[in-house]
């Protein structure tokens, strides 16, 4: 299996900016693409950026698209997420995930295998 460890979340001033990782480990040569999720108090899980090993390609949300940046360093087997021009609704607990099986669609949740434990990122106005 795959462990993912997310790092970087803290309190960060509307307008400012913010750099998540997430280390991957285990059976890392297995996963195909890495993703982004976070989720809110009471709200849904949702999308916010993926990133495929192999290619590069990546995929936005439309509320962060222009701000977010994913990245990924193949060598070490992290990706990062750079936030910038944080807004309050950014608020949430971020999820790293790892997907081991080809899938077009970068942004379904149910097709990525492994999870992180999250990290909180609060954006303070």
């Known amino acids: 299996q795959v462990q993912l460890v997310e790092s970087g979340g803290g309190l960060v001033q509307a307008g400012g900016s913010l750099r998540l990782s997430c280390a991957a480990s285990g059976r890392t040569f297995s996963s195909i693409a890495m993703g982004w999720f976070r989720q809110a108090p009471g709200k849904e899980r949702e999308f916010v950026a993926a990133?495929?090993?192999?290619?590069?390609?990546?995929g936005y949300a439309d509320s962060v698209k222009g701000r977010f940046t994913i990245s990924r360093d193949n060598a070490k087997n992290e990706v990062y997420l750079e936030m910038n021009a944080l807004k309050p609704e950014d608020t949430a607990v971020y999820y790293c995930?790892?997907?081991?099986?080809?899938?077009?669609?970068?942004?379904?949740?149910?097709?990525?295998?492994?999870w992180g434990q999250g990290t909180q990122v609060t954006v303070s106005s």
């Open positions: 995930a790892a997907r081991t099986t080809y899938w077009p669609e970068l942004q379904s949740a149910a097709r990525y295998n492994y």
């Open positions: 990133i495929r090993w192999n290619g590069g390609n990546t």
